[in-house]
C-alpha cells in the first residue's frame, strides 16, 4: 500500500522559512514523480514543485521560483520541500503525492489529475 505522509508544517512569519518532508513507502521509489501541491481556503489545489526521484529533474510554479527548492533522498524515500522567503500568500495545506514516471505537466503546470497517490496535508501558515 502506497503511503505519503508530509510533516514539517507551522505558523511562521513573513520572510521566514519551512521544510517540508514527505515521507513515502509501500512502492519502488525510483522512477516517480513526487509532487507538492497546496490548497488555500476557497481556491483550488495548486501545483507547487515536483521532482522526478530517479532523474533529479525539477519543476517549480513561477510563483515559488527563486524561493522554493524541492530535493529527494532516496536512502530514505523522502522528498523536503525547502520554503524561504515565506509570504503570507503561501499559506495552505501542502500535500505531497506520487506518479509514475517524469514530472507531467499539462499546458506547463502541473495537475493534480495525474496523480493517484497523496499524503493527508500539512498546514503552513504565513503572517504578515
Known amino acids: 500500500e502506497v503511503q505519503l505522509v508530509e510533516s514539517g508544517g507551522g505558523l511562521v512569519q513573513a520572510g521566514g522559512s519551512l521544510r517540508l518532508s514527505c515521507a513515502a513507502s509501500?512502492?519502488?521509489?525510483?522512477?516517480?514523480?513526487i509532487g507538492w501541491f497546496r490548497q488555500a481556503p476557497g481556491k483550488e489545489r495548486e501545483g507547487v514543485s515536483c521532482i522526478h526521484t530517479s532523474d533529479g529533474g525539477t519543476y517549480y510554479a513561477d510563483s515559488v521560483k527563486g524561493r522554493f527548492t524541492i530535493s529527494s533522498d532516496t536512502a530514505k524515500n523522502t522528498v523536503y520541500l525547502q520554503m524561504n522567503s515565506l509570504k503570507p500568500e503561501d499559506t495552505a495545506v501542502y500535500y505531497c503525492?506520487?506518479?509514475?514516471?517524469?514530472?507531467?505537466?499539462?499546458?506547463?503546470?502541473?495537475?493534480?489529475?495525474?496523480?493517484?497517490?497523496w499524503g493527508q496535508g500539512t498546514q503552513v501558515t504565513v503572517s504578515s
Open positions: 503525492a506520487a506518479d509514475e514516471g517524469l514530472c507531467a505537466l499539462r499546458l506547463g503546470v502541473l495537475s493534480l489529475y495525474d496523480y493517484h497517490d
Open positions: 509501500g512502492f519502488t521509489f525510483d522512477d516517480y514523480a
